[in-house]
């Protein structure tokens, strides 16, 4: 394996180096012959294996065996200073080009055991499930489509409206009046003809609606209005299919995401302290939610920070660059007090009739 040095710079001080790969911190290394200075030197010049850099650093005076060399490289590694050279791309000089801020990204969580291309190659091979293309779910779709998705399946049964220019920014006013699920996969399609997009113009009025959709997918996300019951029969299906679900939404000044790992975390129907009961009755709040008109009163920034928000959580899920933020919590985020993350643990229901549904129930804790 060649090891490759990410950017980063240093400076001797005395006895010591000072390597700075954040700005917002400096590692003090004990480099009292400069071995360390050296090694950073030649992997900066260019990446190597441990029989290379050994030979390599003969020129510097330094007789290093190459087991020498492997502790020094673990010990940069346990500094996240390096990374698998071999797997900085995907092999593809124009798909790495296209990618590049993506996989500069990864290059922060990169290290010897996983290169930038293995945190991007589940993302493009990921199949997500849009639910909505309207506030939050316009600029979803963008973000997951700039971070190379493979494919995606858009749900909306809603038209293009003047009244979503506000905050729907994937559409065009040649759109009003159009299907938004079809303006949204026209969009995905002219954005990155690599990325596969189906466009389903559905209202989803029943569980029954979302049976199909839910085949082959890694993820679904969004959120869907209208029905009460949409989020909580879009939960069902993916702890049936054992796939994360990702929602997110706003209310007023505030807005929200959370998501549910079947099997891992309480799911949607665990928090419901009135959901509907079991012999198909409904509870209060249901009743009088389906009687509340509300107007939108969503802007462009709160829209986009929904989106933003689902896809951080999705891209944690689908890439593993880290652990997803919202499994099991409700995160909210108010206006009032500065869009200060307050994270709430979703209850857990031990008797709860949607988790029993998760696959692999026995691995659960
Ligand atoms: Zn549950």
């Known amino acids: 394996m060649r090891v490759a040095l990410k950017e980063c710079e240093w400076e001797t001080a005395g006895e010591d180096l000072v390597v700075v790969f954040d700005a917002r911190e400096a590692v003090t290394l004990s480099d009292p012959d400069g071995q360390v200075a050296a090694l950073l030197s030649e992997l900066r010049r260019t990446p190597q294996t441990v029989a290379e850099l050994s030979a390599a650093l003969g020129a510097y005076g330094f007789r290093l065996s190459e087991d020498d060399v492997g502790r020094g490289l673990r010990g940069l590694d346990s500094l996240g200073l390096v990374e698998a050279a071999e797997d900085r791309g995907l092999g593809d000089p124009d798909e790495d080009e296209r990618h590049f801020s993506n996989l500069s990204f990864y290059g922060t969580y990169a290290d010897l055991d996983r290169g930038r291309a293995t945190f991007l190659r589940p993302m493009r091979a990921a199949h997500v499930l849009v639910l909505g293309v309207g506030g939050g779910g316009s600029s979803l779709v963008q973000c ?27 559409y065009r006013h040649a759109d009003i009046g159009l299907s938004k699920a079809e303006r949204a996969a026209a969009w995905v399609r002219d954005y990155d003809p690599s ?47 054992g796939v994360p679900y990702v929602l997110g939404g706003a209310n007023r000044s505030q807005v929200m995401y959370l998501s549910v790992d079947p099997g891992r975390t309480p799911c949607l129907a665990c928090d419901y302290a009135d959901r509907p009961a079991e012999d198909g009755s409904e509870g209060i709040a249901y009743r009088i939610a389906e009687n509340m008109k509300l107007s939108n009163p969503l802007t462009g920034p709160m829209a986009m920070q929904v989106g933003s928000l689902l896809a951080f959580e999705a891209q944690r899920y689908l890439t593993g660059y880290e652990p997803p933020r919202a499994a099991g919590f409700r995160v909210t985020l108010d206006l009032r007090e500065g869009l200060t993350p307050q994270w709430q643990a979703l209850p857990g229901n031990p008797d709860c009739r949607v988790c029993r549904l998760a696959p692999g129930r026995g691995e659960r804790r």
């Not at 494919?151 to 809603?158: E, F, G, K, R, S």
């Open 195 to 241: 990325i596969k997009v189906t466009a389903v113009d559905r209202w989803i009025s029943a569980p029954e609606d979302l049976t199909d959709l839910v085949q082959d997918i890694d993820l679904i996300a969004g959120g869907l209005d209208g029905h009460p019951h949409a989020n909580l029969w879009a939960n069902e299906a993916a702890v049936r299919a």
């Open 144 to 170: 997951l489509a700039g971070l190379g998705v493979g494919a995606m399946t858009l749900v909306d049964q809603d038209r293009v409206e003047p009244r979503n220019f506000a905050r729907q920014f994937l």
